[in-house]
């Protein structure tokens, strides 16, 4: 199942700034809308764990599509590119 027209993915690394706090972080509350939708993926230089409140959608990490939903986890790690998609018409609260 392809999702992005072959060819078309851009690819972008993203800065992560850590707190003062380091070793961890945390954003208490994210809103992924079905309207991000991009053809990219990104990599950042933590791992990142999140845990969605709410709604669905589907995550690619690397080459793998896995569907996400309510009460879910999801572990990326630092070498992986990724992205997140909230079903189209919704949005999923995340932390």
């Known amino acids: 199942m392809r ?11 993203l800065e992560v700034r ?22 990219s993926l990104h990599i950042h230089k933590v791992l990142e764990i999140g845990f969605c409140h ?3 959608g589907f995550f690619i990490i690397g080459e793998k599509i896995l569907q996400f ?3 879910d986890i999801v572990i990326v790690n630092n070498r ?5 998609q909230s079903r189209k018409g919704t949005i999923s609260r995340w932390a």
Do not use: N, T, V
């Open 69 to 71: 939903a309510r009460h």
């Open 18 to 39: 850590l707190p003062d706090d380091f070793p961890a972080s945390f954003e208490p509350e994210y809103l992924l809308r079905d309207d991000e939708a991009k053809f």
């Open 80 to 84: 992986e590119w990724h992205r997140a």
């Open 54 to 56: 709410e709604g669905s």
């Open 3 to 13: 999702i992005y027209p072959s060819g078309s993915l851009k690819l972008e690394e």
